[in-house]
DNA sequence: CCCACGACCTGTGGGC
DNA sequence: TGCCCACAGGTCGTGG
């Protein structure tokens, strides 16, 4: 799944597709991905124009001129595949865009440019719904999220009050959307490498200056992988099909045994399992 | 508040 | 080759 490098990569290809354009089409092949589509998803998205494309956290946010804004979560396998020139075949009952993987082409816009975008998602952990625009930021999925961390509200003074009187780890701490929007298991895995700061720390224990290296180094680790187009382990590609490069530079996430890429340090990278998922870290330069 | 764990759902890759 | 298990980028809910 992806997490914020790669949602934001999927936001840029979807961009120049939809964003001023109306959608003439919206297939919903099933009524629900993760949880049930909204009640009359289909014809309160059909005609109407997508005034422009964004993303928070991990939401890719649509606003329409009508009251809604369609938010979109990719949760595990979600992506899209773009066909500009609409779907190769002519439309007959139901013309795929992309027939590779029909069993898992969920729904699909066309738009008056004549763009198909069909939403895949094999495990279904992600998501779309349809929130009043006015009330966005006050509905429960934005509410308590926190800052966005390549904007200015997000600094290590803000680090270091979400992070004051809290023993949870840090790892566990950064995954919480509501310290920080955006982070998954392997930005957070990289960025506490790059910071030498075990995944294991209680939060509370943090000083300031691993705090600042901390804030540092998750701004450059996203910054580096939007830059390289996100990472590419099995199923995320943009909506071009391009895949993504920046797994090529993990320093600890997937590098059990591997020897740890800090100058001098020596260590090895360990993986452990923490409340099921993987921690991939260096034991010895990350305290 | 913290943590562990199961659930959601399907596919894939590794080991035997 | 085939089967089974572990594991996968994310939440969400429950229970101790």
């Excluded at 001023?20 to 949880?35: M, S, T």
């Excluded at 790892?171 to 700061?197: F, M, P, S, W």
């Excluded at 895949?243 to 993990?250: A, E, L």
């Amino acid at each position: 799944m992806p997490e914020l490098p790669e949602v934001e990569t999927v936001r840029r290809g979807l961009e120049p597709h939809l964003s001023g354009a109306r959608l003439v089409r919206v297939i919903a092949r099933r009524p629900d991905l993760r949880f049930p589509l909204p009640d009359g998803f289909v014809q309160r998205l059909t005609g109407a124009r997508v005034e422009s494309l964004s993303r928070r956290g991990k939401y890719i946010l649509a606003p329409l001129d009508r009251d809604d804004t369609l938010i979109i979560h990719l949760g595990m396998t979600g992506r899209f595949v773009v066909e500009a020139g609409g779907p190769p075949q002519a439309p007959g009952e139901f013309a795929l865009a992309t027939p590779a993987d029909p069993k898992h082409a969920h729904i699909v816009f066309e738009t008056d440019g004549g763009a198909w975008l069909t939403y895949f998602d094999a495990r279904r952990f992600g998501y779309m719904d349809l929130i009043p625009t006015a009330t966005l930021e006050l509905h429960p999925r934005f509410a308590a999220m926190g800052p966005e961390p390549l904007s200015p509200a997000f600094d290590a003074g803000r680090l270091a009050r979400a992070f004051a009187g809290r023993r949870q780890g840090a790892k566990t701490l950064l995954l919480d959307q509501r310290v920080v929007a955006g982070l998954g298991n392997i930005y957070v895995c990289e960025a506490l490498h790059h910071a030498k700061i075990s995944p294991f720390k209680p939060a509370a224990e943090i000083g300031t200056r691993k705090l600042t290296a901390l804030h540092g180094a998750i701004t450059m680790v996203l910054e580096a992988a939007i830059t390289a187009g996100g990472s590419t382990l099995r199923d995320y590609a943009a909506v071009d099909g391009a895949m993504g490069y920046f797994q090529h530079d993990f320093r600890v996430y997937g590098r059990e045994g591997e020897p740890c890429p800090t100058p001098r340090c020596g260590g090895v990278i360990a993986r452990t399992a923490q409340a099921g998922r993987s921690t991939f870290h260096c034991p010895v330069c990350q305290k």
